[in-house]
């Protein structure tokens, strides 16, 4: 069982910045994939970003050059800054990490962004 606990969200108005964190139970460096998905109202969960042990990121045309994915392996964190929000960014923030192994991928709780116009 790995834990997944997510951080960082909140209100913030359009082209606002925010930095959501996740934190997991097992070593960050050591997790093949930690990703960020969102899921507006109504909408389904879509992929937001990811990023590999090995460093390799990968985004969602919709956050290209707005959003960053990082590691941090010595605090054991996964981070998306995000910046020049708008208001198609609201959501709820989803971190998930998988490894070659565990037979599933977990996910956290959600946190909550909302963008005001």
């Known amino acids: 069982q790995v834990q997944v606990v997510e951080s960082g969200g909140g209100l913030v108005q359009t082209g606002g910045s925010l930095r959501l964190s996740c934190a997991a139970s097992?070593?960050?460096?050591?997790?093949?994939?930690v990703g960020w998905y969102r899921q507006a109202p109504g909408k389904q969960r879509e992929l937001v970003a990811t990023?590999?042990?090995?460093?390799?990121?990968n985004y969602a045309d919709s956050v290209k050059g707005r959003f960053t994915i990082s590691r941090d392996n010595a605090k054991n964190a996964v981070y998306l800054q995000m910046n020049s929000l708008k208001v198609e960014d609201t959501g709820v923030y989803y971190c998930?990490?998988?490894?070659?192994?565990?037979?599933?991928?977990?996910w956290g709780q959600g946190t909550q962004v909302t963008v005001s116009s």
């Open positions: 998930n990490a998988d490894s070659v192994g565990w037979g599933q991928s977990y």
């Open positions: 097992r070593r960050i460096g050591s997790i093949n994939v």
């Open positions: 990023i590999t042990s090995g460093g390799s990121t």
